[in-house]
């Protein structure tokens, strides 16, 4: 079955710092790709949708400077949590619709295996 | 706008007893229903889904019935085990966007 990989699993970065996560499709093409959030023992917030060949679209509320997404190609989308604090601290989830041959929606999103970021 | 309602955990069962975890929705249109499973540190796995009224979604022993008349999508098992421990999420899906709206999780503690 379709597969999204997720780098890192998990990082600690010193406040003020970026750092960059990874969103693969492995064996399908992802046009579109979403960015999550899930704070401890909460549900998942969607933060941002993420577009191939154009900008993302962000949910509101969620900081655009801060929340750096990249779409630059159909298998790979990249968020980049720039100058982190302690309160960005999380696990943040990726995930991607598959997609028919013909391109039509299949209604089945695959996720990533999340990124814990602590931020110290 | 679209809405999923879960019931609050933990739930908490001795191992081979009956689960129900309760999902409610609300929707525009004639939205597809998932459950997903979480375990812990990972991410999401899809555990099944209906896409029409009175459709039954089942894998690995769960089942949920897609209800229009009470716009349920209740998870059931018949007999936990404690490899089914885990935060269990409701989710609908509608139009072309792809988004998902999920419910807010219930975590299932199973003990022997």
């Known amino acids: 079955g379709a597969v999204v990989s997720q780098h890192p699993s998990w990082v600690i970065c010193k406040s003020g710092t970026s750092v960059k996560i990874e969103c693969r499709s492995l064996?399908?093409?992802?046009?579109?790709m979403f960015w999550y959030r899930q704070f401890p023992k909460q549900s998942l917030m969607l933060m941002a949708t993420s577009n191939e060949g154009s900008k993302a679209t962000y949910e509101q509320g969620v900081e655009k400077d801060k929340f750096l997404i990249n779409h630059a190609s159909l298998t790979l989308s990249t968020l980049t949590v720039t100058s982190a604090h302690p309160e960005d601290s999380s696990f943040y989830i990726c995930?991607?619709?598959?997609?028919?041959?013909?391109?039509?929606?299949?209604?089945?999103?695959?996720f990533g295996a999340g990124t814990r970021l602590s931020v110290l | 706008g679209n809405s999923v309602t879960q019931m609050e955990g933990p739930v908490t069962l001795s191992e081979e007893a009956f689960l129900t975890i309760n999902c409610t929705y609300t929707a525009t249109g004639y939205p597809s229903l998932f459950w997903y499973v979480q375990y812990p540190g990972e991410g999401l796995q899809l555990l099944l889904k209906?896409?029409?009224?009175?459709d039954k979604g089942s894998n690995k022993g769960f089942e949920a019935t897609y209800r229009k008349e009470t716009t349920s999508f209740h998870l059931e098992k018949g007999s936990v085990q404690v490899s089914d421990s885990a935060v269990y999420f409701c989710a609908l899906y509608t139009g072309t966007a792809s988004k998902l709206t999920f419910g807010t999780g219930t975590r299932l503690q199973v003990t022997l």
């Open positions: 209906a896409t029409k009224a009175d």
């Open positions: 064996d399908f093409q992802a046009t579109t």
């Open positions: 995930s991607a619709p598959s997609r028919g041959l013909a391109g039509e929606s299949k209604n089945i999103q695959y």
